[in-house]
């Protein structure tokens, strides 16, 4: 049966993040928050446990998820170059609601659906989830729904939806970001001296302050 902590209670915190870790840790799934909605969350490295993250949603494969890391060194290890743009955006972004999808270190040894060699990153502006990220490295998280329904703003509503196929569950209250998701972004082609940029779902980032970082650019639809 899944766990329920209430992490505005210091006790429960401190538990709720001990089992949670191990539950990361053992291939399970666990619910936290992020500055945007709640998310479901897997370690990214096991393929096991993000193919649960996958069925526990009612997604395929060619649905890859995020990735959630706990800082900028991180993206250098996880990308398979950190070009000048890529800094750019992680220095005006991060922590914060935008997801960048960009190449992936060729050397990684992990399965996160169909990416044709891409990653999505982002660094959330969230406390709780930011603490576990450091314990447990990268986390595959996507939003703690069932697909087709609305990303929860509480792990109360994602435990209506996700019931027992999540381990524990991190209650931290209502979602800071109000039901409004990262934006998402294909980098993968933008270059030093301006190149491509696509915005694949606008969310928490408008297009002009992507605009006013990367003025070189041209936003493709």
């Known amino acids: 049966m899944a766990e329920v902590f209430d ?50 949603k009612g997604r395929g494969r060619q649905s890859p998820p995020p990735v959630l890391i706990p800082n900028t060194a991180t993206l250098a290890a996880l990308a398979a170059e950190v070009t000048e743009p890529l800094t750019a955006l992680a220095e005006a972004f991060w922590p914060g609601p935008l ?7 060729p050397s990684l040894s992990w399965d996160l659906g169909d990416t044709g060699g891409t990653v999505a990153l ?22 703690a729904n069932l697909t087709g329904q609305p990303a929860a703003q509480s792990a109360a509503a994602a435990h ?38 696509r915005i694949l779902r606008e969310g928490g980032v408008s297009r002009q302050a992507l605009a006013e970082v990367l003025p070189q650019a041209v936003f493709a639809d």
């Open 7 to 56: 992490c505005s209670d210091s006790s429960q915190l401190l538990t709720g993040t001990r089992t949670a870790r191990r539950a990361i840790g053992s291939g399970q799934l666990v619910v936290l928050p992020t500055d945007t909605v709640y998310g479901v969350a897997a370690d990214a490295f096991s393929p096991e446990a993000v193919q649960r993250l996958l069925d526990a």
């Open 99 to 105: 997801t960048i999808i960009t190449r992936a270190n």
């Open 122 to 143: 982002r660094i959330p502006n969230q406390p709780l989830a930011l603490e576990l990220l450091q314990e447990t490295g990268p986390l595959a998280v996507s939003s």
């Open 160 to 197: 209506e939806m996700l019931g027992d196929s999540v381990e524990v569950y991190l209650e931290a209250g209502q979602a800071a970001g109000g039901g409004v998701a990262s934006t998402i972004i294909d980098a993968t082609r933008l270059t030093a001296e301006g190149g491509e940029l």
